[in-house]
């Protein structure tokens, strides 16, 4: 059981962070040429979109949105491998020659983009990949950083960082939860 120690982030806040971002990417990349947006299953997809739209409203220019699932492999009900797996992929255009923006929500021990990468690698060499990230926790197991952040919020192990969107949470909004390691310390 968690519990919300409290609300970080807004809806307005978070839509004002992916408006930053998307500013932030067209800034950094001189403009959009080559971009593509690949959004990380569940809540970067959502994300991912909302970025494209932003562009296209700064830019008038689509750009195309993919999607990589991928999840902690378990191999049995207790033991979760320590690298998660791709699942699916479903990127509806060539990597190759790409300068492609990873999306996600959180960005912990970094892992999943580690997984990320290698997917996008498997498909064909991109020119670039960059990061964009709502909320980066802290806690990195890997050398991996963020191009773009939302906010940097510092966390403790025993915290969790909710990120919640309509498509899946019925609201919008970023939550520090309590999960309550420390209880019996
Ligand atoms: O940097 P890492 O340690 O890899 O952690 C970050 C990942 O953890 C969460 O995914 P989760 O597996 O909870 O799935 P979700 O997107 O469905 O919430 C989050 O959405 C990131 O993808
Ligand atoms: O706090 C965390 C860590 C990983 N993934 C999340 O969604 N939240």
Redesign the pocket.
């Known amino acids: 059981m968690t519990n919300i120690k409290a609300v970080i982030m807004d809806e307005a806040a978070i839509n004002r962070a992916l408006k930053r971002i998307a500013h932030e990417i067209i800034e950094h990349n001189r403009g959009t040429e080559s971009l593509a947006l690949v959004g ?5 997809v959502p994300l991912a979109k909302i970025i494209s739209n932003n562009i296209f409203e700064i830019e008038s220019v689509e750009i195309p949105v993919g999607v990589l699932d991928i ?2 492999y378990r191999d049995d009900l207790s033991n979760i491998d320590p690298m ?1 797996r791709l699942n699916n992929t479903e990127i509806p255009f060539p990597v190759i020659d790409k300068k492609i923006i990873l999306v ?10 580690r997984a990320a990468i290698d997917a996008i690698f498997s498909l064909g060499r991109p020119a670039a990949i960059q990061l964009a990230i709502l909320i980066d926790r802290g806690h990195r197991e890997l050398p991996i950083r963020a191009d773009y952040v939302g906010k940097n919020i510092p966390t403790s192990q025993n915290e969790l960082i909710a990120v919640n969107l309509p498509e899946f949470d019925q609201k919008t909004s970023v939550e520090i939860h309590d999960i309550g390691l420390d209880s019996h310390d």
């Open positions: 990380i299953k569940r809540r970067g999840t902690f998660p996600d929500d959180v960005l912990y021990t970094g892992r999943t983009v």
